[in-house]
């Protein structure tokens, strides 16, 4: 597991899972993708690369505090990202938000 989420994790002292199978948990829930690379490249050559991924939040009610301490530890260990609005689910009854890193 990368080591950001690792960080999420202990600071939510919530289960952080890579994939789609996301039956086995409870609300709130944070499951992550792997969402391509970004690199810089220049006469042929790649300079630099990062993995970029897609954190999803999943929840029943709303909480900011939640969100606050994710948007911490991204800021705080210099990560980029994008934040969805929240996003309901009617299939599920559930909302999400999806934070692109």
């Excluded at 989420?5 to 939510?12: C, V, Y």
């Excluded at 952080?16 to 391509?36: C, E, M």
Aim: negative net charge; hydrophobic residues 30%.
């Amino acid at each position: 597991m990368n080591k950001i989420f690792e960080l999420i994790e202990n600071a939510l002292n919530k289960p952080i899972q890579y994939g789609r199978n996301k039956d086995k948990l409870t609300p709130p829930y944070i499951v992550y993708l792997g969402d391509g690379v970004k690199k810089i490249e220049a006469d042929n050559s790649v300079y630099s690369s990062k993995n970029n991924y897609r954190l999803e939040l999943y929840f029943e009610k709303k909480d900011e505090k939640i969100e606050n301490t994710i948007e911490n530890i991204l800021n705080e260990n210099e990560y980029p990202w994008e934040k969805s609005e929240d996003i309901f689910i009617s299939e599920e009854n559930i909302f999400e938000i999806i934070y692109n890193i």
